[in-house]
């Protein structure tokens, strides 16, 4: 199961509450990511990506990968 949830830092420190499927578990991946972007920057960055060459060829070969399965 993965658990992915913005908890707030206070006093430079997180606590988490683990849910009770997690109850028992010896072991877990923790990852801290720092770049918690507000509606707007990723907004923009969707924009960015909209025009990006890479990004709409790989939409593109997607695409016609599945161009098949969606005239079913």
Do not use: C, H, R, W
């Given at each position: 199961?993965?658990?992915?949830?913005?908890?707030?830092?206070?006093?430079?420190?997180?606590?988490?509450?683990?849910?009770?499927?997690?109850?028992?578990?010896?072991?877990?991946?923790?990852?801290?990511?720092?770049?918690?972007?507000?509606?707007?920057?990723?907004?923009?960055?969707?924009?960015l990506a909209s025009?990006?060459?890479?990004?709409?060829?790989?939409?593109?070969?997607?695409?016609?990968?599945?161009?098949?399965?969606?005239?079913?």
């Open positions: 199961m993965t658990l992915k949830k913005t908890y707030s830092v206070i006093n430079n420190q997180i606590v988490i509450d683990l849910p009770e499927n997690f109850k028992g578990k010896k072991s877990l991946t923790v990852t801290i990511e720092d770049n918690v972007l507000s509606k707007e920057e990723k907004f923009n960055k969707m924009k025009k990006d060459p890479l990004f709409l060829a790989d939409i593109s070969d997607i695409s016609e990968d599945f161009k098949d399965i969606d005239n079913v």
